[in-house]
Every structure is written in C-alpha cells, then in structure tokens.
C-alpha cells in the first residue's frame, strides 16, 4: 500500500479522538476559551447529555470575522504570542479545540468583539469550513455544537446515556467554577437549570470560599480551614476540610494548577501524606487546592486535554503541600466537624412518622460511633442539618480563645487551678466546665452555649500521641522512674522482641532490661501515662512488636505503639476520673492539636449546642 498524506477532515477527526472524548471535554474546551477571553458571565445550555445540543454564551472580548475563520484552523491560536511553550498563561495553547470540535459536529460560532458594531457567525459542518456570515449577538461569543459525533457512529456508541454525559458536563464546569470564582456560571439542561453560581465577592481566599460552599456544600463551608503558603515563587492557597470531616473518595479533592483543574499524582500524594495521622488509609478529606506558579516551573504540556502537569522541581511543591496543611490543621486545634454534633443530633432525634407507616420505634437510637464508617451527611436529616446550619458557626480560631489561659507544655499535666476572680469561668472555655462522667467513658461538660460529651478513651489515646510526636522531636520523651522496678513475665520470643527494641522504646518513655530468660524488669514508663498497668502494657506492647516484624521502625509505627500505651494510661474508657482530672483533661484537649479525632479519623467530642438540645425538645 502506498503512503499517502491524510486528508485534513480526517486529521482533524483524529485529533478530536484525543481532545474531544466526550461532550463534557467539548464543553470544557469552550468554557475554558471564555475564561480566555475574559468573560465574567458564561452560560451552558445543553440538550441530551450535550449529544444533540450544546451552547456556550460568554460576553468575553469576541472574535473580528477575520479572527472567526483563523479560530476553526488547526493549530491557530491567540495565546502563545512569543512562540514560548514554556510561558503559557492561559488555560488553551494548542489551537486545536475548535477545529477538532468542528470536525464532528456541525459547529456554529457567532461573535462580537468589544465596540464592534455587528456581530459575524460562521459554520464548520463535519470539518467542512464556511464563510463568516453576519448576524445578531449583542456582545461575546455564543459557540453552538450540534449533533456531536453524528458523523463519526464508533464514537457514539461509546458514550453513555445523557444523565451520565450530563453529570460529567456538570462536573467538569463546577472544577472551572472553583478556580475562577469571580466568573458568574449558569448550566441547564433544556427545561431544568442544574447550576447557577453568581459571581462572588470578597478578597480571593473569601471568594473562594463562598464558591467552594455553593459547590461542595454548606458542610464543607464550616468545617474548612484556610490554607495560604508560599515558597520560592511557588504559592498555595485554598480550603481544607477538617479530618473528621472525611469521605469514601477522593472525589471531593480539588486540584488546581495555574486555575487549571489537574489530577496530579505528586499533588495527591502530598495531600495523603499530610493527613496521614488523622485518616484512615480509606477515608479522603474534602479540600480545594490552589498553586500558582511561574509558567517556567511547570510543563502544561504533557497530556492533549491537559489534566496532567510536569513540576520541574518536585521537591518543593511536595514539601509546601505538606508543610502548609499540617501547619493549618494543626492552626485548626481542637475543631472537630460541626457534621459531628449534627450526625449526632440525628441520631438521637426521632424521624417524623410518615403517614400511614408502622409507629418507629419509640427511641430510633442509632450507635452513632458506628455511623462514622459512612459518610456523615447520610445520617443527617435533611431539614435538621438546614436548620442547624444555620447557626452552627464554626468555632473561632483556637489561639484567640485560649489567649490568656497558659497552654500546658507537652507532656506535662497541667496543673488545675481552681477559677479565680480574675480567671475566666470554666464554662467559657471551648469545650467547657466538667460536671459529670458517665458510664465511666464519657465526660459531659457544660460550655456557654450548649454541652460538650467527650469520649475519653479516644480523646486520652489523642493526647498522648501527639505529646509522644512533639517529645520526640524535641529530644525524647519524659520518663518516670518506678519505685519498685516491675518485672514482666513473657513468652522468650517477647521479652526478646521488646530487649531488641530497648532503645527505640527508652525514646518513647518506656525502659526494659532483660532479666532472666523470657522476663524484661520495666524500670521506667512514660510520664504522660500517669498511673498506669505496666505488666498489662508492657505485655501488649511485645503483642504490637509481633505484628509490626522488624521492618518498621517504632517511630513510623507511632500511631499504634502510642495507641496500645494509651490503652493503658489512666484515662482509659473504664476508670473513674474526678473533675480536676476531667477538666484537667478538657484543657489538654483543648491546647493540643488535632485533638479534635482520634488516630482513625473519629471524633474525639462531639458538641450540641443548646439550640439544637432545645429543638430536640421541641422547645424551639
Ligand atoms: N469564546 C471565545 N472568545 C474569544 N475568542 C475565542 C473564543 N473561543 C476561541 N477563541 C479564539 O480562537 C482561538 C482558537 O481556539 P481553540 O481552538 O480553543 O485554541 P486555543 O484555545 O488553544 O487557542 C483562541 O486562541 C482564541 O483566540
Ligand atoms: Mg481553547
């Protein structure tokens, strides 16, 4: 067979394989050249799942007739003015979308630039190129797609029915509504509107917010922390969700690059690597994040519909990510969701009887410990989580409300003063004045505007793991001498275990020696365990060593190791404590970060706010 040039219908029918996959890819290729040219207002209509109908109106700068018939050429472009791959600021570069799209479908632009004092249109009809006509359009550009894919039957077979195009047309707009947040954003589909976002106000990081919570819900909107770093020329910002505000999917995160939505894999990594002390390996935390940085320092150009991106130096994007959401996390304290009291208030509250339905029973009681497996928001009722939205008002920043009350220096108990005449009521405090424990687990206390319950196992197994993490960076962790050393009787394979490990686990607080065959003598333990069960710990901990092998060191096994120490600390779920030791408690909480859920991503305490406990009573 001879070799022969391709024809250009066909090329470009080849190329719109890559670009255009789908009429979601088409629709993010014309939003995203309205973005280009500046709009603030972009309106999508589409018909069928965009299979027989799409269209964009933007009123961004527009196209002369002359720009109109360059537009639908191959690799004809406004946006690289210097021949410069490496400088691209905009989100299209390769010129290739229009005439991609127009090779198959029939492809319908009307244009109007700014001052101009007509509008021109022009058709590319299954690759085939008309001329620019005139026409109406008051000022923008109104691209419209007709019968995508009718001339190219492989590729219509393989796209799903219009509800699902639908949704990945919907998706594909709300991540280029998250980044350019000042752009007002309409979607329907024919008779229904699907999304309707005006333009937000406010500086960048309060705007974004705003567009964030109309997109990732109300949730999202009260339990995210900001996050504003920067590093070299490198910056980010954006919203995170707080840890115990977790999902299934990682569908909820958020990736942007130069306002270009990405799936980065670096990116991804450096996000689980900052919430890896707070999640679950299956459970995702919601977040939106925003890097900027020199178009040098960034390669666009590595994927045909540009979802990917190279980073030249990946170090540094890594270590600002992680550095700047642990630092915000940890900025965050204490918080736990406000999904948590809600999921709780759920719970408790008795779903309203639908007629003609058997009575439920008289208290629908659901374990809420055992609902976090799924995501929260399915065990809240609807009105209930609308109504509480409302005024459950993320807590202020810990650092302000704490200010005047001395944070206790790690590993050391703080000691408890009762309140003096100046000293602020206890009550005033974030999670509030111990009056009560119950069922030996739980410590209620009262705060200013409702009650705190507080499981004091998960909170006890929180504190002395981060304790033990800050020890250790600052030269180990404090030790107290028994009076009598403890000898320990094991198996030989675990006294063996625990003497090879005797100096990672000095570090942590706990000194072994050998002491015959199959006995350790425990001389010291750690201090911020308080009274504690050594031979009951000491045994747990040879059980842990077992199952860890060798490979791991202590230190990236924390987590567990200060789990099984925290089972048998004096706060452990069975032990009565007295109010100076709840409160005493409370105010560990409460100057320690992260506290807010334990190493698994639950909530540490939960907060009912005297409103929701009034509506429970049907007070309000
Ligand atoms: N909505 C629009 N408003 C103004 N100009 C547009 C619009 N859409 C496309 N253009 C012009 O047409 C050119 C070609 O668009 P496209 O094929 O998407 O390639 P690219 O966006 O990569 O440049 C753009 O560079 C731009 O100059
Ligand atoms: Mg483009």
Known sequence: MPIRMLPETLVNRIAAGEVV???????????????????????????????????????????????????????????LPSDDLLDIRSLG???????????????????RPRGADSAWSLLVD?????????????????????????????RLKFLKAARTEFEHISDCIERLAMAHPGVAFTLADDARSALRLSAAQGDLLDARLSRLGALMGRDFQDNAVPVQAAREAVTLAGWIGLPTLHRPTARHQHLFVNGRPVRDKLMVGAVRAAYADFLPRDRHPMLALFLDLDPQEV???????????????QGLVRGLIVGALKHALAEAGHRASTTVGLATLGALRPEPEEPGTQPASPLPYRNPVQSWGGSYGSSVPRGLADRAAAFQAPLPPLQGRLAGWQAAPAA?????????????????HPLGA???????????????????????????????YERMKAALLDGGVKRQALLIPEVVELDEPSANRLLTRAAELAELGLVVEGFGPGCVMVREVPALLGQSDVKSLVRDLAEELAELGDALSLKERLEDVCGTMACHGSVRAGRTLGIEEMNALLRQMEATPHSGQCNHGRPTYVELKLADIEKLFGRR
């Open 93 to 111: 570069f390769r010129g290739e979308a229009l005439p991609s799209i127009g090779a198959v479908s029939r492809l319908t632009i009307t244009s």
């Open 299 to 313: 390669d666009v150009n590595v994927h045909p519909a540009k979802a990917e991106v190279r980073f030249r130096d």
């Open 21 to 79: 996959e789908r009429p979601a890819a088409a629709v993010k290729e014309l939003v995203e050249n309205a973005i280009d040219a500046g709009a603030t207002r972009i309106d999508v209509v589409v018909r069928d799942g965009g299979k027989s109908l799409i269209t964009i109106a933007d009123d961004g700068c527009g196209m002369t007739p002359d720009e109109l018939a360059l537009a639908v050429e191959r690799h004809a472009t406004s946006k």
């Open 126 to 154: 299954a690759g085939s190129k008309g001329t620019p006509q005139p026409a109406a359009l008051a000022q923008g550009t109104r691209v419209e797609v007709r019968d995508l894919f009718a001339a190219v039957p492989a």
């Open 412 to 428: 050391r108990p703080p000691e408890y003063a009762p309140p003096t005449a100046s000293a602020p009521p206890l009550d005033a």
């Open 434 to 464: 111990a009056r009560a424990q119950v069922h030996n687990t739980y410590i209620v206390a009262q705060t200013t505007e409702g009650i705190v319950i507080v499981d004091q196992h998960a909170a006890h197994e929180r504190l002395v």
